[in-house]
């Protein structure tokens, strides 16, 4: 069974820094796709990041430049680096996974995802 557990939310200044991790345990795929979403109540659940198992990663627009998500495949975990932090960045942030052909873009929608952590928020305020 995968299992997902999200760290590193907490409170920070406009143009500040944190840093998000995501271990996973229990996968035993060869090829995935792994990612960051993030929610503020009454709206969607939105895709920030994914990253494929040959390391290419995609953006969405509004954290282009700003955040960068990584893996360490010796520790299984997934991190997002948020940089330039924006009040509008004010969200619970959920990591997923998926298995997924290598070297295939990503899916950003949230309902190509079911396997989810339980999410780690973040508030930055201006």
């Known amino acids: 069974q995968v299992h997902l557990v999200e760290s590193g939310g907490g409170s920070a200044q406009a143009g500040g820094s944190l840093r998000l991790s995501c271990a996973a345990s229990g996968y035993t795929y060869s090829s995935y796709c792994m990612g960051w979403f993030r929610q503020v109540p009454g709206k969607e659940r939105e895709w920030v990041a994914t990253i494929g198992s040959d390391g290419s990663t995609s953006y969405v627009d509004s954290v282009k430049g700003r955040f960068t998500i990584s893996k360490d495949n010796a520790k299984n975990t997934l991190y997002l680096q948020m940089d330039s932090l924006k009040p509008e960045d004010t969200a619970m942030y959920y990591c997923?996974?998926?298995?997924?052909?290598?070297?295939?873009?990503?899916?950003?929608?949230?309902?190509?995802?079911?396997?989810w952590g339980q999410g780690t928020h973040v508030t930055v305020s201006s």
């Open positions: 997923t996974i998926r298995w997924y052909p290598v070297a295939v873009l990503c899916p950003s929608q949230q309902y190509e995802y079911i396997i």
